[in-house]
């Protein structure tokens, strides 16, 4: 088997290393958190396939670079980060739970209240790096209609294996996924 599969997204082409998340599946390994290169010209892509929205929402941490892209284009003030953990500064946080392909054991996504209340009644774009089993991107979905915002699209860079045959997501390419066996 090769031990790195070729990705050509945005014109910008990346080797991804092959790595184990099970006995029985391997994953091309994207990691766009540092690729200034990968997000500056993957987010004008992406934010032509957006709809019309007032806010824009992704997890910590690797969706993070690519939002602030995206809301910089758009010329919004801001962004908003759903956190994998209760922080201090908190206050009455909107919680949902989550277990990811890449992440081991649940993970918990927090928005403060006064993030929640900001995207109350706002149509809001979910973006992350990459929709693979939903999992996360669902969990986002929830807690932004638990802070009442309206998700209107939900956008990544990869839909990786089943996901890219999803009608409810907007992507830039497919990712495979890589069966052991």
Known sequence: MNT????EVAGVTRQLPIVPVSETLNIASFVVLGDTELICAAAPLLMEKLPEVDVLVTAEAKGIPLVFEVSRLMGMKRFFVAR?????????????????????????LCLDATD???IKGKR????????STGESIEAISRLVQAAGGIVTVK????????????EDIVFLEKLPLFPVG
């Open 4 to 7: 790195t599969y070729t990705l």
């Open 84 to 108: 994998k953990s209760v922080k201090a500064y908190m206050e009455n946080p909107v919680i949902d739970e989550v277990q990811s392909i890449t992440t081991t054991g649940k993970q918990l």
């Open 116 to 118: 929640a209340a900001a």
């Open 124 to 131: 809001v774009a979910i973006i992350d790096d990459v929709i």
């Open 155 to 166: 956008a990544a860079i990869l839909a990786e294996g089943d996901a890219a045959s999803r």
